[in-house]
């Protein structure tokens, strides 16, 4: 069996695991919501009826540009977080994680934000194709 934790890793090793993969999951997450909105916008703009949709394209548009400044900060953090490598003392460490932990609800709460809108796209989408 793989484990992801081996008995041999230190808990600062443990640490830039959890971290390394938490910002390859945003990274990857962001990638996509941006060719999702690319796709939404010019799905909901293709429609015959697409004033209907112009409330939903302006609140894509808006999402497009979130997601742009955050992955334009997630960059920022990948250098910054680098930063965690070179602790050498516990009060070091501790202004890292707490960066972390704050990036990740600022990210979090953007994705869970995104998939309400994503899930409204998809209930318009249907409800209109449905008619």
Do not use: A, P, S
């Given at each position: 069996m793989n484990e992801f934790v081996?008995?041999?890793h230190f808990?600062?090793?443990?640490?830039?695991?959890?971290i390394n993969n938490d910002i390859l999951l945003w990274r990857?997450?962001?990638t996509c919501i941006n060719a999702e909105i690319i796709f939404f916008k010019k799905l909901l703009k293709s429609k015959k009826d697409n004033k209907v949709y112009a409330k939903l394209i302006k609140k894509l548009e808006e999402?497009?540009?979130?997601?742009r400044n955050l992955f334009d900060n997630l960059i920022v953090y990948i250098r910054k977080i680098d930063g965690l490598k070179e602790c050498e003392d516990i009060d070091c460490e501790?202004?890292?994680l707490n960066d972390h932990i704050n990036f990740k609800k600022d990210i979090e709460s953007f994705l869970?934000?995104?998939k309400k809108l994503k899930r409204i796209?998809?209930?318009k989408l249907n409800k209109r194709d449905t008619l």
């Open positions: 081996n008995k041999h808990k600062d090793d443990i640490e830039g695991q959890f990857e997450e962001l999402k497009e540009r979130q997601n501790t202004y890292y869970y934000q995104y796209t998809y209930l």
